[in-house]
């Protein structure tokens, strides 16, 4: 297992190196995480360099996020944006959410987000209320155990052809396949969804292999 881990790293050591390497900014963002002491849960460079391509493959303008915790994943996300895009990102906890704007504002992002305090769903319900407008991108990323809540507030909330990504999607699933969890919950979800054409692709961590459920949403007669 060990080994394995370590060809892991090495794999993922390569790939961020030529394509993901973080500059000044969301080097500080992950070091400003450690010295707060946050979960070192964010994406991992290389993952936040598939969102971003995935962002700009779409020509998003409008991105949500749902769970911020210090910006980072935010940060790879914003860059992909014109320069009148706008992205919204859901947080919890307000601690977070300051350190965030603090790295949002390194990076030179802060005109671009938004990031808004307080439970999801509730945030979410005022986005429905409010009708801002369709997002093009949808990023879920907070407490597992409501990923399926969080897919069904957001849904109307995307356009279509937009993209819906879960993340955090594949080790539940496998590594304990007896065990229920909000994870797999999502992932059933997503797959029997009639307006959802997914996949459910690997992704490297420095721990090892996560997995991101990347949806696209469709009208469920184009659906095969």
Do not use: C
Request: proline share 4%; hydrophobic share 45%; no cysteine.
């Amino acid at each position: 297992m060990a080994e394995q881990r370590s060809v892991l790293k090495e794999y993922d050591r390569y790939i961020s190196a030529l394509f993901a390497a973080e500059d000044n900014a969301l080097h500080s963002a992950r070091e400003e995480m450690l010295r707060e002491d946050m979960p070192e849960i964010s994406v991992s460079a290389s993952e936040g360099k598939l969102l971003q391509v995935l962002a700009r493959i779409i020509g998003a303008r409008r991105i949500l996020e749902i769970g911020t915790l210090g910006g980072y994943s935010t940060i790879w996300l914003a860059r992909a944006l014109p320069p009148e895009g706008k992205l919204i990102s859901l947080e919890i906890d307000a601690r977070y959410a300051e350190v965030a704007r603090r790295n949002l504002k390194r990076a030179g992002l802060e005109e671009k987000v938004e990031v808004r305090v307080g439970p999801a769903l509730e945030s979410l319900s005022r986005l429905k209320v409010t009708a801002e407008g369709a997002f093009d991108l949808v990023f879920i990323d907070a407490d597992k155990e409501a990923y399926v809540n969080y897919l069904r507030q957001a849904m109307p909330l995307v356009r279509e052809g937009g993209l819906v990504l879960g993340d955090n999607t594949l080790p539940d699933a496998v590594l304990d396949p007896a065990a229920e969890s909000g994870t797999k919950r999502y992932n059933a979800a997503v797959s029997a969804h009639p307006d959802l054409d997914s996949i459910l692709v690997p992704v490297l961590r420095g721990k090892g292999i996560d997995g991101l459920l990347i949806s696209v949403k469709q009208s469920s007669a184009l659906k095969t």
